[in-house]
Structures are given as C-alpha cells and as structure tokens.
C-alpha cells in the first residue's frame, strides 16, 4: 500500500507529515490522473500526508469522476485548493514537523509553514523513489504501451522508407505522420513530448523543434533525426531513431556505429547493486571517446508509468548519484552531433532486472521494439557479440512486432531485421 509505506517512511524520518506540491508524486501516490498539461497526464493539486492519519488531498472536486471521488474519499479527506493554505497554518500552529523537498517546494509554502511555527525536514521528495521503481502492474503496462508504439513505429518507418526517397518530405510532413500512426491506437491519450523532426543540419540541435520557418524537406543522403513517444493509458514511450535514404557516406556510417556501439554496451551490461548511472554513462561514451568524439547530453533518464517522460531521482549522467534498482524504467539515448551537418541519436528505453550472473548484481531488459537502420550500420567497426545482440534485437522486434502488422508492412520489417 503506497500511503501505508510512505506513512512509515515519515515516521521513520522523524516527520509528522509531508507537503506535497508536484503533480506527477500526488498523482501517483493516489492513482489518478489528468490532462491539466499537455503530454504529461496530471492533475493540479497538493497533498498534505500525515504520519498516523488520513492524508488530505486539495483538488478541483470538477478534475475527478464521481468513482474516482468515490474511492478516494474511502481513504483521503478530500478538500478544496482553497483549502490548501488554511491547512499549512494549522500545521505551523501545531508545531509539526514537515518533511518538503526544497528542490521542488514554492517557497510560498515553506514561508506559510515556518511563518506558523512548523519545523521543517528538508530532503528529497519521498514519493520520488517509489514512484521510480515500478510494480508489477506498472512494468506490464509499461510493456503493453512500448507493444502498441512499436506496432505504429513500424508502420511508420515502412511508410518513411517509400515516401523519402522521392525526396519532398519535409520535417512536418514526417512528424505528422509518425503522429498519426500513433493516433490509429484507440488507447493513446496523447504524445508524450513534441516530436523531435530534425533532418541533416537541423538534427544536430539536440533539443531542436520543427516550426514553420525552420521546417526543412529531407534530401536523399542526409541524415534524419526523430525523437518521439507517446502517452497510452498503459504506460509512456520514448523512442528515437536516425533515418537515411540513399547511399550512406563512410563518416555518417562511422559515426552512426559509434553511437550504437555505445547504446549497445549499456544494452548488454551487468553491474553490482548500489551502481549509480554516473558510474556506467562512461559505456555509452566510450567508442566515441576513443576517438576524440563525445556528445553534450546525458545517456539516459527515468521513465514515468503513464506519467511524465523525464522522472527522477536515477538517470545515466555523470549527475546521477542514485544507485539504479529494479524496477526503474530509463531512456538509453548515447548521441552524436556534427555542428552543420546532421545529429545522430539511437534511442530504446531500458528496464533494469536482476541479473542472471550473480545473486547481488542488475542488468537491463530492452522494452522499446522498432528497426535500427542497418544500412547505417559499418560492420566492421562491430565486434561480435554486439552484432549478435543486434541481431537477436531485431529478431524479437520481427517475432514480437510482425504478427501485428499488415502483408506489405510485415514484408518490410522481415527485411528491416534481417541478420547483418
């Protein structure tokens, strides 16, 4: 029970209560969700949580549905915002002591608190973690929504390999279909990020977003960069893949090996219990170092349960100091970017499982299920064992994916995934 357990972790702390301000803890914590904001599915609301008594939980009565008012008014006493500041003074007048987050707390709400008296117990959010290791209903719905997506990826990306080599498909052409693949899923909510449209120079802007004056049409022989996902009422997805028509120069093949050679090694890895993502970013970097290459991101970050894209507190950045544990969902995204020229990311979110080497140690299981472009792909830079796990990747996106598609679509990921 998520309320009994964080109830113990205040008291364990020494907390008479916790603040909560951020919309994707509370929504979590009492299993509801919203479309107050767009591509992530929360609510606006506070929550104040006691250690030995019902959690009160301030939300427009509008935002939820009579059964979700229903069952939550079994367990939670349901307020008004208004109510929300009369609340936190009587809290300061009590003297209790308040565990907030200071990264995250308005400082409105840490003055109302300490204006009336309250001590303050500052330290990271408590929901975070648990909310960062997912459940068993959690991990397969996340599995489901990464099944759906990769249905409408490869739908996409057959219709890409047609459409490209005509050469009149501009960066809104391509995300607007990728979107409209997605749509045909009567299960999807919304896409969970503006897609990422870049092709040649304009993908390497990292964080670049198509509009309709930098709107570019793709020439066969550059490189296109798409970073996208999508929000299902199973789970959130996060996928990027680099694109090519035509014939693949030696630098775009070198270069694009090196990325995947990093996403792989992540991929494949094995690490002991309490290892941070600072400690492994190192593999995904490590083909590009040795070549005097690097990229100015971070490899990975966590992964919301039909909740936000980017979660905390566990990544893979020198920046993350959280040790990964089971159940945490986490983009692996190693990159490459030449300045004027093209952008190259891989991209699969990663779920870490025990590992089979030893009893104390972790490993990832790949969710995302979609083509790498093979034609990419210089096979001699690969050493064995990364070209059999590319293969047997490939081989479960056809096993998986395959039976789900139409002839023409099914043909052309049989080809997409043949073994290099």
């Not at 997605?182 to 977003?209: C, K, M, Q, W």
């Not at 009422?233 to 694109?243: A, K, Q």
Request: charged fraction near 25%; glycine fraction near 8%.
């Amino acid at each position: 029970d998520k309320l009994k357990t964080l109830q113990e972790t205040l008291g364990a702390a020494g907390a008479d209560a916790t603040v909560l301000t951020m919309p994707e803890s509370i929504c979590w914590l009492f299993n509801i969700r919203g479309r107050d904001v767009p591509n992530t599915p929360v609510v606006h609301a506070f929550a104040i949580v006691h250690k030995n008594k019902k959690p009160a939980l301030f939300v427009d009565p509008d935002k939820l549905g009579n059964n979700e008012k229903q069952r939550l008014a079994e367990t939670i006493d349901l307020q008004s915002p208004v109510e929300f500041e009369p609340a936190l003074a009587d809290l300061g007048k009590a003297k209790k002591r308040i565990w907030i987050d200071p990264a995250t707390c308005p400082a409105a709400v840490a003055s109302l608190l300490t204006g009336k008296d309250a001590k303050l117990v500052e330290k990271t959010d408590p929901v975070l973690l648990p909310k960062a290791t997912k459940n068993a209903s959690e991990l397969a719905g996340m599995r489901e929504a990464h099944r759906l997506d990769a249905i409408a990826m490869a739908k996409f990306l057959c219709w890409f390999d047609a459409h490209a080599p005509a050469g009149n498909l501009s960066e809104i052409d391509i995300a607007t279909a990728l979107e409209a693949f997605r749509a045909e899923e009567p299960t999807l909510v919304d896409i969970s990020f503006d897609t990422i449209s870049g092709s040649g120079s304009n993908g390497a802007i990292v964080h670049y977003r198509v509009n309709t004056k930098s709107n570019r049409t793709l020439v066969p022989g550059e490189l296109m960069l798409v970073d996208s996902g999508g929000q299902y009422l199973s789970g959130t997805t996060d996928i990027t893949r680099t694109l090519f028509t035509g014939d693949a120069d030696d630098q775009q093949k070198h270069h694009f090996t090196l990325v995947l050679k990093g996403m792989i090694a992540i991929s494949r890895v094995n690490f002991p219990q309490k290892t941070t993502g600072a400690q492994i970013d190192v593999l995904a970097r490590h083909a590009l170092w040795q070549q005097g290459l690097n990229y100015n991101h971070g490899t990975g970050h966590g992964v919301g349960a039909f909740l936000s894209v980017h979660e905390g507190p566990a990544g893979i950045a020198p920046r993350y100091h959280v040790p990964l544990e089971a159940g945490m969902i986490l983009s692996n995204e190693p990159g490459y970017y030449l300045e004027g020229e093209y952008g190259i990311r891989i991209e699969n979110l990663v779920h870490v499982i025990k590992s089979e080497v030893a009893e104390d140690y972790l490993a990832f299981e790949t969710l995302t299920l979609a083509p790498i472009d093979k034609r990419l792909v210089a096979k001699d830079l690969m050493t064995l064992e990364e070209r059999d796990w590319l293969n047997a990747y490939h081989a479960r996106v056809l096993s998986e994916i395959g039976p789900h598609l139409g002839a023409e679509e099914r043909g052309w990921l049989k080809q997409a995934t043949a073994e290099i």
